[in-house]
């Protein structure tokens, strides 16, 4: 039996999957396919790396360096998000927090890293081919968020966040060949996207990427879709949604770092819930939280 997970991502929202994720490494809890969304490909590769607690700092401690969201990032690189050194400074070997590239190569556990072509606003699936040591243009990518970075370019062709060509992969996770498959929301699950947002963003992209403009306007719909088909798999035993019962106050780019804490805390905790699906026997009293 095969058995995936997708983190869909969030923004900062996305402690809260880095929490699950983390829980599972303390208690030996593996996957065989990981499809990661937008910072949702960043908790994936880290997870795939057995890097308990790498994740952290991206959320409460490096945001609040200039360096990595700021003003001043948006008018000298066009991008309020630095991927470069969010993806490049902070990760690579010699980094502040560098990925284990030689251990997640080594892993047999497949990778996706969902990105959408900004020109024709397809989703494009990255694997752990296209990622050498020490260039993570393919996170990069998958976390493009259009009209707050500008497209990132991976062999020349620029790319959004996965979110608009695929906001909830679990059929990707299907096709692969998953028999179960752990869904990771980072927001409530009932609670349903709405599209006011999307719609201001998609304008800032319209005159260069209407493709990707329209994914962006359509964004929410596919999201509450993609979300109402997983309670439907859910229902037939093949699906397990994992989701906060609040965001404690996050959301995308909200900094602060007692709510990103307890965010954090809420998905460490709700990790049982994936041993109890998978049916997997993890020792207790795993290493202490942050």
Known sequence: MKIGIVDVGGGLRGIYAAGVLDYCLDQGIRFDIGIGVSAGSANIISFIAGQARRNYPFY????????????????????????????????????????????????????????????????????????????????????????????????????????????????????????????????????LRTPDKDRKLAQLIQPRYPRAAEKMRQRADSYNRGVALAKEYEAQGRVLIVAPDDTCGVDTLKKDKTALHKLYKKGYADGPLIQAFIGAAGESGGPETP
């Open 60 to 191: 409460v401690k490096y945001p609040f360096r200039k360096e990595y969201m700021s003003a001043g990032n948006l008018l000298r690189k066009g991008s309020y998000l630095d991927l470069d050194y969010i993806y490049g400074t902070l990760s690579v070997t010699g980094g502040e927090n560098p990925l284990d590239y030689e251990r997640f190569l080594a892993d047999p556990m497949w990778f996706l890293a969902v990105a959408t072509d900004a020109r024709t606003g397809l989703p494009k699936y990255f694997t752990k081919s296209d990622i050498p040591k020490d260039d993570y243009s393919v996170l990069k990518a998958s976390s493009a968020i259009p009209g707050v970075c500008r497209p990132y370019r991976v062999n020349g062709v620029p790319y959004f966040d996965g979110a608009l060509g695929d906001t909830i992969p679990i059929e990707k996770a299907f096709q692969w060949g998953c028999d179960k498959v752990v869904l990771l929301l980072t927001k409530p699950r009932d609670v």
